[in-house]
């Protein structure tokens, strides 16, 4: 056995989950309803294959053989950095119980199905025993991977190497003390004019403009797609397959348009994984039997959320590409002018909606969740008073009385795919976006080209910066290499109490 058999093998678990992903895109996109049983034991069977390729003798003998070779190489060497990342990946995969992981990977399917119907019905109690069982072996795999002082860490940890549960309160408490008195502050001003926002807005084009951005940021639509789903998703097969989603409503253009630039930035992060990285452990989460180049979740949301508000959102961007959009929608845009329009989408507007929120609300509802998610975790909630709960903290971190389930609980598709921990990575990817944004803007040709609006400075420094090292470096890592420090909220709050002044 040598480097080249543990490599071999690390590529076959990559091919078996990206085909577990492509019947996940289809089941989200494409999938007729009668299919959910079947997709459900196809997705079962191969994340069970990917288990024991990881977590066989034959693995062990591989990496035994890779060890041995590599131990006169050099420490800084890539392939000593690959071994460790995938002994350490399959020692926690190791320790969740094979029954749980094959339940998990079938309910995830069923799950999803059954949260769609009940998110268009309002129907919380027929989906909550599915999300009970849900919730009960999110409980099992926290105490079977085990550490930290919380049973929400185990969970936090597996989308963000590094973070727990009470790092993430003193974050949270923070943000909150910056949050409040700007949302206050906001709130304050005069309302800008929003009425344009919510008339007729044909689907076709605003897909057409939305790509048009998206593949001036630098998504390769050579490589990608974008397709309609329920909750909008990015996901890949390779760097060379990352396709995209979002959802559209013709009353409402900013959510679907904003949505796509979100997923484009995680899909060029993918896209931008180097080439020799397709197929290894550095594209490839084994704890999760999940194809992914990013580091984190974490890190991956900061590119999302870079995209869509550091560059999407900013008055620039508007005063250059206002005059495309109106010229796509010149009845409902007549009377709106460029400022008038980025006042707009960019409101202190308390929601319902996460994935629809203005930037200084968006946290709030991350906090509920986490909140929400640690309570489950510990068995201080249970799923029969989810509504209630949420209705509570809506109430008292918003002010909005949730008027249906299907804007409250209901709303996330995150829990029925077994994503409890993830949550607090948006927050996370906030922070790190505005790190990463501001130290890309000491470079001249970028701040140049943001002016002018040629995104590629951007896209070049992102991709030589961040997404080249796929999952090679940790977030922590990737941080200190190009900001020169960990994670620090200050960058992110600035950018934020700016957006308020300039629009009050």
Known sequence: ??????????????????????????????????????????????????RDLA????????????????ASAPGDDIRRRALARAEAEIGTLSRIPSRIVSEMAGLKTRAHAAWAEARAKNDFAGYAPLLDRMMAMQREISAAIGGGVHPYDPLIGMYEPGMNYQRLQTIYARLKSALVPLIERAAAAPQPRMDFLERPFPIAEQKAFGLKIAAR???????????????????????????????????????????????????????????????????TDIVNLYAVGGASFGMHESQSRLWENRVGRSRRFWALHFG???????????????EAFWRAVNAVRPGFIRVEADELTYDMHIILRS???????????????????????MRDYLGLAVPSDTLGVLQDVHWSHGYVG???TYTIGNIMSSQLFAKAQESGAIATGLEAGDYAPLHGWLAENVYR????????????????????????IADLTAKVEALT
Request: proline share 6%; hydrophobic share 40%.
């Open 1 to 50: 056995m040598s480097y080249a058999d543990f490599e071999a093998r690390m590529a076959r678990i990559n091919d078996v989950i990206c085909a577990v992903n492509l019947l996940g895109w289809d089941a989200r996109t494409m999938m007729p309803p009668g299919g959910i049983d079947a997709r459900g034991h196809q997705v079962a069977t191969l994340t069970d294959l990917a």
């Open 217 to 283: 940021m630098g998504y390769d639509l050579n490589r990608g797609r974008l397709d309609d789903t329920v909750h909008p998703f990015e996901i890949s097969f390779t760097r060379d397959d990352v396709r995209i989603t979002s959802r559209f409503r013709e009353t409402w253009a900013p959510g679907g348009i904003f949505a796509l630039w979100h997923e484009a930035g995680h899909g060029m992060y993918e896209q931008g994984v180097a080439p020799e990285f397709s197929r290894t452990i550095f594209a």
């Open 324 to 338: 495309d959009l109106r010229d796509r929608f010149p009845a409902q845009l007549a009377d709106v002018t460029e």
């Open 469 to 492: 090292h796929g999952r090679s470096s940790t977030p922590e890592e990737t941080l200190h290499r190009v900001t020169g420090g960990g994670l620090d909220p200050a960058p992110y």
């Open 55 to 70: 977590t066989g003798e034959d693995m062990r003998r591989a990496m035994d053989g890779a060890r041995d070779e590599l």
């Open 422 to 424: 993830s949550f607090p």
């Open 371 to 393: 909140e929400i998610e640690a309570a489950l975790m510990a068995g201080d909630l249970g799923v029969a008073d989810l509504p209630a709960v949420w209705a509570e903290k």
